[in-house]
């Protein structure tokens, strides 16, 4: 029976996708990828030929121009050796050089984009870079597994290599995948460092894949349990490229894509996609048991706050309370991932005993250790705050969405 969907739909100017579980109607990961002209043209990932503008040496720091009148910033704390095109490198950085430099974080506010020397290209099952030399295994992997997936790395290689947590899934089978991957993602960085030397300044000279399909690429489950997914769309072009870029990086994928045909009752309705949009928008988020969940966003954090709610029965037992937490801390793990928030996270749970805190600290501990981006539980503070953190890869959902709600 299949277990999981992973669907790509059109939604406004851009692509909508999101997985599905079937056994309960729960979405388990939703973005959206602007294809507007202003919207979705630069990507995390994308590697440009940029020019230095000004050398901020009392933060140790660059601002360089990727493409005209746009600036970003590079720090060069990590002492990445940059590749400069136009002159021979002696160690030093000046206004007029000419770097290959790769975007790092997107543009937050009055911030802008934040770039590294440190050029990576990712795959299914390994990171290859070019400044980062080290060669390691992912630390969500056990220490058996880290021993065992190393050995992919073929020893004449060059550059830094990272085995993904992905790659854990071949483990009892062949590592050849592995190692096959590497060497195609050493000769694509050949490739494109040659090339790039030889471009003019502004050039893009890699992009990285559309984020649907790199979602699709980085998805465990898939990588996994490919036999109980499918993968399915109700655009035929959109078809073609996901058949395309599987074939390509996913071939044994390729027999799970499917095009949903009928265009009298598109995927967005079938699986009330409207519904499901306004209900990851809206602040309050009830649980099963009938308490609720109120998410905020402030200037600095987010905070959210549990409440029992409807759910009154028993409010004098602790075990009770602990429950609900529980199921809030679920809940909470599952609506940062979906509404893709990032940053620092101020959690209200309801008051419990010393004794069933320490408790749910190890479980929302667990949940966030599950978590395919890095999400952090730093401590619960005195008045019972618990305070997470998550690494920001894009935008919030909100953010994504912003404009095309409703199409």
């Known amino acids: 029976m299949l277990e999981y969907k992973y669907v790509l739909t059109k939604y406004g100017d851009g692509v909508l996708s999101f997985t599905i579980d079937t056994r309960e109607n729960r979405l388990t990961s939703i973005a959206y990828a602007d294809g507007s002209a202003d ?25 360089v121009e990727y493409a005209p009148d746009k600036m970003g910033y590079v720090s060069l704390e990590n002492k990445y050796r ?3 095109t136009n002159r ?6 000046i206004a007029g050089d000419e770097v290959i430099v790769q975007l790092e974080k997107e543009a937050v506010r009055t911030k802008e984009p ?7 290209i990712a795959g299914k099952y390994c990171v290859v870079s070019n400044a980062k030399l080290e060669k390691g295994v992912s630390n969500k992997c056990t220490r ?11 020893e004449d290689i060059s550059y830094g290599v990272v085995v993904r947590t992905n790659a854990a899934s071949l ?57 109980e997914c499918q993968i399915i769309t109700d655009d035929k072009e959109l078809f073609d490229e996901l058949v395309d870029y599987m074939e390509m990086n996913m071939p044994e994928l390729v027999s799970g894509a499917a095009l949903y045909e009928d265009a009298s009752y598109p995927l967005k309705k079938l699986y009330s996609v ?17 308490a609720y969940l109120v998410i905020e966003k402030t200037e600095a954090m987010y905070v959210i706050d549990v409440n029992s709610g409807k759910n009154i029965g028993k409010k004098e037992s602790a075990e009770f309370v602990y429950n609900i937490n529980c199921e809030a801390a679920e809940e909470i793990i599952r609506q940062i991932r979906l509404r893709n928030l990032s940053g620092i996270i101020m959690v209200d749970f309801i008051n419990m005993d010393a004794g069933y805190e320490d408790m749910l600290m190890q479980r929302i501990r667990e949940l966030a250790a599950s978590e395919r981006v890095l999400t952090s539980v730093v401590d619960i503070t005195p008045l019972g705050i618990v305070e997470i953190t998550r690494k920001k890869t894009t935008k919030a959902l909100a953010e994504q969405l912003k404009g095309v709600w409703g199409a």
């Open 144 to 154: 058996a597994e880290k021993e065992q997936l190393i050995t992919a790395i073929p």
């Open 171 to 227: 483990l009892g089978a062949s590592l050849k995948p592995v190692t096959d991957e590497c060497v195609r993602l050493c000769a694509q960085m050949d490739k494109l460092l040659s090339d790039g030397m030889h471009r003019t300044c502004f050039s893009r000279i890699f992009k990285v894949p559309k984020p649907y399909f790199t979602a699709l690429r980085d998805d465990g489950r898939l990588a996994q349990n490919s036999d």
């Open 39 to 63: 919207g979705g043209d630069i990507s995390i990932g994308d590697i440009f030929v940029a020019k230095v503008k000004n050398v901020v040496k009392n933060i140790n720091a660059v601002f």
């Open 114 to 120: 934040v770039f590294t020397t440190n050029l990576s």
């Open 88 to 93: 021979a490198y002696d160690g030093r950085i």
């Open 82 to 84: 940059p590749i400069v």
């Open 274 to 290: 409207e519904t499901k949009i306004k209900e990851l928008l809206s602040p309050k988020v009830w649980l099963r048991s009938g």
